[in-house]
């Protein structure tokens, strides 16, 4: 998958933070990678509750427009006494932006079927990488807003994260305390089921490029350790860091015995034709075919003539749950294409039969308040809006999606991401149970 990143420096992103009151913008909508047009901006944009649009000129202008509405597209005016439109000039970062408020009595915005309409600037305008500019509503001076350069070399809109962003109950309750943890681990631990010549359950974790899926299983094996390891290859790239197809077992303690469950890491998923991790491939490691260290190659599936090649795989060679993962970061940028991939696997594991679960990673980098504190993850509007959206985009159950976070940066472990990555895994091995009952 192709990283769409935000075009703000840091430095830029704290400012507009500043004058917006909030904690972190959040990337929705990109017009260079989404498209210029208004059914893309909406695709990505609606019903994210405040929304800061950015456009950007060859003059260095960056400017704008925040709403604290959801568009909706009702084709109807409205007042916000939140909304302004902002300006300020990168080449110039050290004076004070531009805010303008519309005047009394005048309509803030306009929710049509078109770019972001604030009467005084209509972005995307025409269709095209252009801004509609006539100071009416909003009164301002046009070479101060943008430099009278209506050309645009980007344009961007993101969520406005603030701190008033809880549901007033948790839509999931968890129990966040020490005595938790260690029943989870100890559920874990002494798991079993009705099919005795399978030890373990054996878990393949897909997902696109970047969304955390060794970064999982070293979380995981740091729990039992006691301490933050690092085993699989973690990092960020454009292409997948994963080249081989690992098997990963996790042990109870330094010397502890094993944990009822093998974590399966495979290439990850991107856009590309001949790149990523192929369709072929997924169903020879769902059928158990594929050998652990297997090394991928993209523009040829592995074949049965390969030393590679399990030929009579047992039930324990066999994948028992399929897990999708998924950054919540980026739950809105995913490309129509990357979501036809992995429809297109979801319908392959569909027909074998195999339990499927979405683990929805970087809750926190998602969303300011469960950075804050990750014990409100459940009373996060957005991770909710995420869980939804990732639901209806995979048709899967939202029961089916778990969030988790992922020791990424921490040197010390944390009970509360424990709690939330070991909930991950019992939910795991309740899927498995349901492959063996099935069988």
């Given at each position: 998958?192709?990283?769409?990143?935000?075009?703000?420096s840091?430095?830029?992103?704290?400012?507009?933070c500043?004058?917006l009151?909030?904690?972190?913008?959040?990337?929705?909508?990109?017009?260079s990678?989404?498209?210029?047009?208004?059914?893309?901006?909406h695709?990505?944009?609606?019903?994210?509750?405040?929304?800061?649009?950015?456009?950007?000129?060859n003059?260095?202008?960056?400017?704008?427009?925040?709403?604290?509405?959801?568009?909706?597209?009702?084709?109807?005016?409205?007042?916000?006494?939140?909304?302004?439109?902002?300006?300020?000039?990168?080449?110039?970062?050290?004076?004070?932006?531009?805010?303008?408020?519309?005047?009394?009595?005048?309509?803030?915005?306009?929710?049509?079927?078109?770019?972001?309409?604030?009467?005084?600037?209509?972005?995307?305008?025409?269709?095209?990488?252009?801004?509609?500019?006539?100071?009416?509503?909003?009164?301002?001076?046009?070479?101060?807003?943008?430099?009278?350069?209506?050309?645009?070399?980007?344009?961007?809109?993101?969520?406005?994260?603030?701190?008033?962003?809880?549901?007033?109950?948790?839509?999931?309750?968890?129990?966040?305390?020490?005595?938790?943890?260690?029943?989870l681990m100890?559920?874990?631990?002494?798991?079993?089921?009705?099919?005795?010549?399978?030890?373990?359950a054996?878990?393949?974790?897909?997902?696109?490029?970047?969304?955390?899926?060794?970064?999982?299983?070293n979380?995981?094996?740091?729990?039992?350790?006691?301490?933050?390891?690092?085993?699989?290859?973690?990092g960020?790239?454009?292409?997948?860091?994963?080249?081989?197809?690992?098997?990963?077992?996790?042990?109870?303690?330094?010397?502890?015995?094993?944990?009822p469950?093998?974590v399966?890491?495979?290439?990850?998923?991107?856009?590309?034709?001949?790149?990523?991790?192929?369709?072929?491939?997924?169903?020879?490691?769902?059928?158990?075919?594929?050998?652990?260290?297997?090394?991928?190659?993209?523009?040829?599936p592995?074949?049965?003539?390969?030393n590679?090649?399990?030929r009579?795989p047992?039930?324990?060679?066999?994948?028992?749950?399929?897990?999708?993962?998924i950054?919540a970061?980026?739950?809105?940028?995913?490309?129509?294409?990357?979501?036809?991939?992995?429809?297109?696997?979801?319908?392959?594991?569909?027909?074998?039969?195999?339990?499927?679960?979405v683990?929805?990673?970087?809750?926190?980098?998602?969303?300011?308040?469960?950075?804050a504190?990750?014990?409100?993850?459940?009373?996060?509007?957005?991770?909710?809006?995420?869980?939804?959206?990732?639901?209806?985009d995979?048709?899967?159950?939202?029961?089916?999606?778990?969030?988790v976070?992922?020791?990424s940066?921490?040197?010390?472990?944390?009970?509360?991401?424990?709690?939330?990555?070991?909930n991950?895994?019992?939910?795991?091995?309740?899927?498995?149970?349901?492959?063996?009952?099935?069988?």
């Amino acid at each position: 998958m192709s990283v769409v990143t935000s075009r703000l420096s840091r430095q830029q992103e704290q400012k507009l933070c500043s004058m917006l009151g909030c904690n972190r913008l959040s990337l929705l909508f990109k017009a260079s990678v989404h498209g210029y047009t208004g059914n893309a901006f909406h695709q990505k944009c609606d019903r994210q509750g405040p929304t800061v649009t950015v456009a950007y000129n060859n003059s260095g202008y960056i400017f704008g427009a925040y709403t604290s509405r959801d568009y909706a597209q009702t084709n109807q005016n409205f007042t916000d006494d939140k909304a302004f439109l902002f300006s300020f000039n990168e080449r110039e970062m050290k004076k004070d932006p531009l805010r303008v408020v519309s005047g009394a009595g005048q309509h803030s915005l306009y929710d049509g079927t078109g770019g972001p309409y604030f009467h005084s600037l209509v972005f995307l305008y025409n269709e095209a990488a252009t801004v509609y500019s006539n100071p009416g509503n909003y009164p301002f001076d046009p070479t101060e807003m943008h430099g009278n350069d209506l050309q645009l070399v980007e344009c961007e809109v993101y969520r406005v994260e603030g701190s008033g962003s809880f549901m007033e109950k948790p839509w999931r309750n968890v129990l966040w305390n020490f005595e938790r943890r260690k029943a989870l681990m100890d559920m874990i631990t002494g798991w079993t089921h009705g099919v005795s010549s399978v030890k373990q359950a054996r878990v393949l974790l897909v997902g696109p490029v970047g969304a955390g899926k060794s970064s999982f299983f070293n979380s995981i094996n740091s729990v039992f350790k006691g301490y933050v390891s690092s085993q699989a290859n973690t990092g960020c790239a454009g292409t997948s860091l994963t080249t081989q197809f690992r098997t990963y077992s996790v042990k109870a303690g330094k010397e502890g015995k094993l944990l009822p469950i093998t974590v399966c890491d495979c290439m990850g998923l991107e856009e590309g034709l001949n790149a990523g991790l192929d369709i072929e491939d997924f169903t020879s490691i769902l059928r158990g075919h594929m050998q652990d260290k297997y090394r991928f190659n993209p523009s040829m599936p592995l074949q049965p003539e390969s030393n590679s090649f399990l030929r009579e795989p047992s039930m324990t060679d066999r994948i028992h749950t399929v897990v999708y993962v998924i950054d919540a970061c980026k739950v809105k940028l995913l490309s129509d294409r990357m979501i036809e991939k992995l429809v297109a696997i979801r319908r392959k594991a569909n027909q074998m039969g195999v339990p499927q679960l979405v683990l929805l990673t970087k809750v926190d980098e998602a969303c300011s308040s469960v950075a804050a504190d990750l014990k409100t993850v459940y009373q996060s509007l957005y991770i909710h809006k995420m869980v939804q959206e990732i639901s209806a985009d995979l048709g899967v159950s939202m029961s089916a999606v778990v969030p988790v976070k992922n020791y990424s940066q921490e040197l010390e472990l944390d009970p509360q991401t424990d709690i939330l990555l070991l909930n991950a895994v019992i939910q795991m091995l309740r899927a498995t149970e349901s492959f063996f009952d099935d069988l």
